[in-house]
């Protein structure tokens, strides 16, 4: 049994969601169900079979006194509260029922009315925990190395900086940094990958990701209620909270929507028998069927379970959506804006090419420089000491190193200066470079690392930072769709237009400062209204706030860009853009399809009722329950579809 101190001290095990759930005949209101209609049957057979209809009657009423307390209880306090809702209508019509004769239809309405409010919310919470149910997958209890012992160990017992113990099969219980062993992890729970991850010592690793085959020792580095994945569930239960502007609409529509229609059933009644003479039972009782069939119920369910179906289907796809009102801006889109390093690019640079020059050969180029820049811990140098490991090149011994900001570095290798670093560097030591060779590289977008010695240039290595095999695709789509592609980047204008030509990107603004992407954001957005961005969520995060929708790449691990962006990529993986314009799409054309399914088929029985066609049970099962169901239904399809089906 759980103990109460864990309770208090993780958000997550304040929740239902570890709690084991009764079995669904078990629960309270299936026995009501049941109970109910087993009283309603024999009632019904009394009253028809027998006629012992004082029987009869008294049965009809304890249907209603069983199934119908909370439904009447919710009525009566729906008018204290001066906001007349669904459980009025039904308990008048119940009670309306029983005053002309028919106790077995107002027995009836409620019975099926608790049913349908039973299955509504059955499948409405199976929408709510599909992405909560994640947090099942994390174990309660972990092994822990403590004092040469291996203990097994509740997760909130366990601090930040203790090692824990994951065997093949098992999943990965907190998150942290491997310090041993080597394995391949799935990530599917946290980043929608299909295929899993390798990790070695210094990888990060997730609560609730699977080790697939290696013996793993981690270091913990968050507690159990600061995981990754608790707070993934945290922000799509507060999203699922949230109202997007249609459930706004729809929610203020209704308070207004029941008293017209009490209004309406009130003049059905009065109208016909004062102005044309008409029986009072036959027009009190199509009244009642008019108030039945006009229950605003599935109006009121269309949008938000729509919405939840689609946030927490974003979720298992990687995909974190801070509420519903983005879902429902992205379909709109008219202009996509990329940061470009770290987003289109992987934001680490990679050598491309070595021009040996003077008679020096490549590898020995890659030597001095991959020797002189161990000592450096700039982005270039890791790209250089990188390559020279993949080339599997020994560092030379460097002495009297020298690091110059904003120019170079310098150093001696075998008694010989040795020199590397830009253009100014070396015209500062008067050595002369080629201008020819260098300027061909740059017009490529490349960045160049000249090499030399005491008397000239002896190789030049180009960097570049890799462009992202989604990048290409990601774009292509977009434009596929009509929308238009923006790149700001702080690069210069040479970089910048190599990435934007291969990519085909529509504009890009090369050079600017934060407060200068700020400006170009708000510039696009007064011309084409809707614009999303996408960036790291921490360097452009000016530039996000003014956008339409902003996106964060990478979220996995980043605090900052969970809380600080509308929509979280959880992996770097552009390509979930096209596929949140997909459910966007998907999801707001479900949200139309459930609105005017509702307020057509509303409207068809409103009508159908006055002339007397339509009883009061079908107003329930068909104008009421069935119809709450086929939205239902007909939102959970956002669920089940995937990112290659949008």
Known sequence: MRDNNHEKSCSTCATDIFEEKKPLWKQKKILIILISGIILGIGLYLEFLTEQHLSAQILFLAVVIVSGYSIIMKGILSVWKRQLDMNFLMSIAAIGA????????????????FLAEFLEDYAADRARKSISSLLKL?????????????????????????????????????????????????????????MPVSKTKGSEVFAGTINEEGYLEIKVTKRSDETTISKIIKFVEQAQKQKSKTEAFIDKFAIYYTPVVIILAFLTLVIPILAFNQPFGTWFYRALVLLVVSCPCALAISTPISMVSGITSAARNGVLIKAGNYIEEIKNVKVVVFDKTGTLTEGKPEVTDIVALNKYPENEIL?????????????????????????????AKVSEFKSIAGR???????????YIGNKTFFKENKIGYPDKEINKLENDGKTTVLVGNSNQIIGIIAQMDKIRGASYSTVKELKEKGIKTVMLTGDNEEVARAVSKKLAIDECYPKLLPEEKVEIVEKLTREYEHVVMIGDGVNDAPALAKAHVSIAMGAIGSDVAIETADIALMHDDLSKVNYLIGLSRKTMSVVKQNVSASILIK????????????????????????????????ALRIGRKNKKQF
């Open 98 to 113: 029983f005053l002309i004769g028919h106790g077995e239809e107002g027995a009836a309405v409620i019975l099926l009315f």
């Open 138 to 194: 994390v174990p309660e209890t972990a092994t822990v190395k403590r004092k040469g012992k291996e203990n097994n160990v509740h997760v909130h017992e366990i601090g930040v900086g203790e090692i824990i113990i994951v065997k093949p099969g098992d999943r990965i219980p907190l998150d942290g940094a491997v310090v041993s062993g080597f394995s391949s992890v799935n990530q599917a729970p946290i980043t929608g990958e299909s």
């Open 367 to 395: 030597k001095i420089a991959a020797s002189l820049e161990s000592k450096s811990k700039h982005p270039i140098a890791e790209a250089i000491i990188r390559n020279s490991g993949l080339r599997k090149i020994k560092f």
């Open 408 to 418: 170079g570095i310098k150093g001696k290798i075998r008694n010989k200066w040795f």
């Open 603 to 634: 409207c068809s029985f409103a009508i159908l009722a006055f002339p007397g066609i339509i009883p009061l049970w079908m107003a329930v099962v068909v104008g009421d329950m069935g119809l709450s169901l086929a939205v239902i239904l007909n």
